[in-house]
Every structure is written in C-alpha cells, then in structure tokens.
C-alpha cells in the first residue's frame, strides 16, 4: 500500500535489526534512524525550496531563474552549496569568535528539531509527543536568541541594530501565534499533533469562522518570525546592508538562510497541520495521475530523450497496477504544504518590505486583538454546536475586523499650505 510506503519499509528494516541485536540496541537503532531521516530531510528540503523560490520569483518578473547547471537548473542548489563550502570563512577581528560560530548554529537546530513532531502523513511522525504543541512553540522560539546571539557577536552597528529589531519582531508576533493555537487545545483538548489532524477528519478547522481567522493569524505570524518578506526588518538591505548576519561568510552564511527556509516551511507544514486537515483528504484515484504525467514527461524539452522514453513506459506501466489505490496521505499533507510555500513566495514576490511601526503596530493592534476575539468565538462556536454557533462566531470575528480596520487607519493627510516670502 503506497500510502504506508515509508512506514513499511521502517518496520521491515526494525524487524530485520531486531533478529540479529539485543532489545536496547534495537531500540538505539530505531531512533538513529528516525534521527538519520531527520537529517537527510531537513537539508534536502532546504536546498530545493532555494530553486523554487528563484523560479517561481523569476516567473513572476518575467525571467527564466536558474537553467545552466543540470536540467531545469535543478543542479544549482548542489552548486551553491559547494561554493559555500569552499568560500572563506571571515571573522570581524572584534568578533566573539565563540557566539559568532554559535549563532547560525542556534539558528538551524531549533529548525531541525521541529521535524520531529510534523506529522507528514498517517503513522508518519517520528516522535508523537502528548505535547507536541508546546514542544513546537518552546523549541521555535529559541531562533531570537541565536540571531541577537550572531548580531551582537559580530560587534557591528549594523549587525546589532539588525539583531534588535529581530528580537523586538520575533518576541511581538510570537504572543498572538501562541493565542492563535489556543483555540485548538479548546476544542480539540489534547496538545498532541496528530490528535488535532485526526479531530479534523470530519471538517477541516479552516472551514470554520474561528479557524480561518486563526489560520490567518498564526501563518502571518509565523512569516514574521522567519524574517520573510514583507516583514523582513532584521535583514533590511536596503537600510542595514544584511542585518544581523552582515559580518557571515562562507557555510556560516549558508546556515543562517537554512534556518530561514527550514522554518518557512515548519511554518507551512504547522498551518497544513493545526487548520488544514494535515494528511486528511478526500479518497482520489491515484491511477489517473499517472495518465496525465505522460504527457507531461513526455514533452519535457530539456530533459534527454532517453530519459523521457524511460519515464513515459514507466508511468504507463505503472497506472495498471495502481488501480484501487488512493492518494496517499503523505501525498496530501505535501501538497498543502507546498501550497503554503507558494504563497510564502508569492508574498515576497508582491509586497514592499513594512515600516517598523506598521510592523508592530500590525502585531499589537490587530493580530492580538483578534487572537484574544477568536479565543472567545471558539467558545461560542463549542457551547453551541451546528449552524447557531457557526453564525454567532462568524459576526463576531466580522464586526471585530471591521471595527479593527477602522480604529487603525492611518489619519487623514492635510491638505499643505505654501506661504511665499517676498
């Protein structure tokens, strides 16, 4: 069964082990190998959300993106990580030579550690933990203290002033994310993240008036806190050359933009998770994928002939034998992730960066009230099941916009008086 796939092949390779080791090694054996799938993962992810990220921005403003090293430039992430390898790594000569290797260190671990409670798809979760959510929210909000850790270890005004506004942005959205999660734990009543996707297999939480608001508060938050734009302050070129992570060089710079993309797409996988149903999903045909990737391998330009011949009898070969099964649910929970990742995109691609007070002023006089209004609306939405309660709640979360809207419009301008002077 393809929808059981990995699982499988874990189970087989832990009954094989088993036969040969004693129980406590076995045992060993089993969590380096959710360890090792971990670590395999993480980078792999990084690296290819770099190339979607430069071809779908490139798309956006009319250009190719990377297409010179292997098919479709799929080889350039491999390339890039070469280059930093074997670039120099440059310490200011005032640096704190410890905290400036510990910062991008902090930076990407609390990212991979994440990882291990994203459930990717049913039974596909490395570590089920009862709280899975506070795990979430404890081990992310460590990513402040690594980048004012590198920001001020790098003894460089621009680099403090970036790591300041860092700590100030990530501290500020974290308080409404945190409100925004509540409302699961009130009517799902468990901080594991597989309950939560489980209690969404009759109704996903985002068709919902409380969900959806929650959903749109902890996904921008979320944006807030990976730095990404238009909420990308701590960086600012424009303002602070690269922010808290000017004076990085070589893997030491590389390891800070991991950090940012691992947690663009935690950030992804979480909403897919807490509102969008997680690996639930309607019972599809998987047989007619495969007919339709035919024709797509089959015109692949860039791809060598043989390839295509090779992939084109493959898919045909394979729709036969795929009949009666249904789209995985990894399959599912992949899709909407990457969803998400698209719109993460698409934002950079669309807006201008924010100013610093309409950044915090976004988080303290919007998203939080809204937060603290929808924890009181999933209440309605629990005391009174069906559609009075579903009524009830949307008008107070739309009223509660309106009114939120309007309170923080920015004043009217006057109109400007010239006087001449002789």
Known sequence: MIDQLFVSGYTAVMRIVEKFVPGWLATVISILLRIGAIAAIAPAIM????????????????RLGPNRVGPYGLAQPL???????IKEDIVPRGADHLLHFLGPVLAVVPAILVFAVIPFGRNMVAVDLDVGVLYV???????????????????????????????????????????SVVVLLM??????????????AQQWFVFTPWGFIGAAIFFLSGIAEVNRTPFDMPEAESELVGGFHTEYSGMKFALWYMGEF????????????????????????LWPMCLLMIPVVATAARMPKLLRAIGVVALAAAAPGLVGETVPSWMWFLSKTYALVFVLVWLRGTFPRLRVDQLMGLAWKFLLPMALINIVAAGVWVMWPGVVGTVVSAAMLAISVVVLVRLNAPAPLQPRRYVLVD
Do not use: H
């Open 47 to 62: 690296m290819y959300l770099t190339w979607l990220e430069r071809k779908i921005i490139a798309r956006m403003q009319n």
């Open 137 to 179: 929210l404890a081990v992310t909000s460590i990513s402040s203290y690594a980048i004012f850790i590198g920001g001020w270890a790098s003894r460089s005004k621009f680099s403090v002033l970036g790591a300041i506004r860092s700590v100030a942005q990530i501290i500020s959205y974290e308080v409404p994310s945190v409100l």
């Open 79 to 85: 390339a890039d990580g070469l280059k930093m390898l």
């Open 262 to 285: 691992l947690g663009a797409f935690a950030i992804s996988a979480f909403t897919t998770t807490f509102f969008l149903g997680g690996w639930q999903g309607p019972s599809l045909p």
């Open 187 to 200: 009517v799902v009543g468990r901080l594991s993240t597989v309950a939560i996707v489980e209690a969404q």
